[in-house]
């Protein structure tokens, strides 16, 4: 099959995240088993328009800020030569509508809609317009298929009136030869605590800042490392330093992979206190590396987080209780040893070879399904 997909930004963007890990691991795998795949996606500085990656082919076209208004164009160039046989839509953030400027079957792939969740992030007025640019997607996408990445994002959009019968829940996997423990290799003296992901307000980071106060009561010397970079960096900072936390907190923008993983296998605890996830690949990551997780239990996140095994939940900005949970972590080494050993396993069974074979197999179906109707018309 020609497979193209769709989405806002590719891994070689800088503020490239996990939803970009996850459609990019499915077209290694697509690439593998001999697909012709191309990802249309908008340009960034110092990356070219063209050029193949792993097996699958990179078209940029547009910016960050219009790409959803270039993507017909760049779609039509693109495949004029070379029909798709199905389009993998990702839905991420402001819809592409793909349905509107293609006659081949469309899988939208959907780690969550923002729904309510744009006014955590951004002022009223432009939350406003986004929130309405969703709205559309059941109506335009009804006659698609729907991926999902979590029971929580399956859960909304059926609460939202999909049809259940066209949404599957697909997990996403685990590089267990890029996040792993190493062995032999303890965690440090001084209790940390740590986070990784985009530093964005609906992120919530403002709330493990005021529960890292908190814990420092009662754990003395415990820090917290943000990994990542965004547009809420400068607010954090501010928070970080009216709360004294100044020497406490580290910020380190962006870091290559292996500083990550780095990062990841050192701290005792990561944290994750978002509104919203599709899945919570970061959890997971950090459970591959040998790390137990405390995370709110919110969509997406719940999914991702064995609680008692994997890692804790707690009420959605309860700042005590995430103290709480993370106190118990850092200060009980037997319970934290157990579960770092529940957390291995856990990630152990998600891998991204699973994660492309459930997909394809969609996306099979999905394209037969369409050939079928074609020939019956």
């Known amino acids: ?16 995240g996990g939803a970009e890990v996850h459609l990019e691991e499915i077209l290694r795998y697509l690439a593998r088993r001999g697909h012709r795949c191309t990802l249309l996606t908008s340009r960034f500085r110092g990356g070219p328009r063209d050029e193949e990656v792993d097996g699958y082919r990179i078209v940029r076209g547009g910016h960050e800020y219009d790409f959803n208004l270039v ?3 760049l779609f039509r160039r693109a495949v004029a030569t070379d029909p798709p046989d199905v389009v993998l839509d990702d839905i991420n953030k ?5 349905p509107l400027f293609t006659t081949a079957p469309v899988l939208a ?3 969550h809609l923002m729904g309510t969740a744009v006014f955590h992030e951004l002022n009223p007025l432009l939350a406003t317009v986004l929130y309405g640019l969703e709205l559309p997607v059941r109506r335009v996408y009804r006659r698609c298929h729907f991926e999902v990445i979590s029971e929580s994002t399956r859960d909304d959009l059926v609460a939202r009136g999909y049809p259940a019968e066209r949404i599957t829940v697909v997990h996403c996997g685990i590089d267990r030869d890029v996040h ?36 420092r009561q009662r754990v003395p010397g415990c820090s917290l490392t943000i990994v990542g970079d965004g547009d809420a960096v400068p607010e954090l900072k501010s928070l970080a330093s009216r709360l004294g936390l ?37 959890n997971v990551e950090a459970n591959a590396c040998g790390t137990v997780c405390v995370a709110a239990d919110s969509p997406g996140l719940r999914d991702s987080v064995l609680p008692g095994r994997t890692g804790l939940l707690y009420p959605y900005g309860d700042v005590p209780a995430l103290a709480e949970q993370l106190v118990r972590l850092l200060t009980d080494a037997g319970l934290r040893a157990r579960m770092e050993r529940e957390a291995l396993a ?31 018309r």
């Open 1 to 16: 099959m020609h497979v193209v997909a769709l989405n806002w930004r590719d891994l070689k963007n800088p503020r490239a």
């Open 71 to 73: 993507v017909p164009f």
């Open 94 to 98: 402001i819809p592409f509508y793909s």
């Open 109 to 111: 792939l959907v780690p």
């Open 180 to 215: 792993r423990p190493e062995p032999g290799v303890p965690k440090g003296d001084a209790p940390t605590l740590v986070y990784v992901g985009r530093i964005k307000r609906y992120k919530s980071l403002g709330h493990a800042l005021h529960a890292l106060r908190l814990v």
């Open 246 to 282: 100044d020497q406490a907190v580290r910020f380190t923008g962006y870091v290559s992979n292996p500083e990550k993983v780095r990062l990841l296998r050192q701290a005792h605890v990561a944290v994750n206190p978002s509104y919203r996830e599709g899945w919570g690949l970061t």
């Open 346 to 376: 856990w990630a152990a069974r998600l891998t991204w070879e699973q994660c492309g074979a459930e997909t394809l197999a969609l996306l099979e179906r999905v394209a037969g399904a369409d050939a079928r109707a074609a020939a019956v």
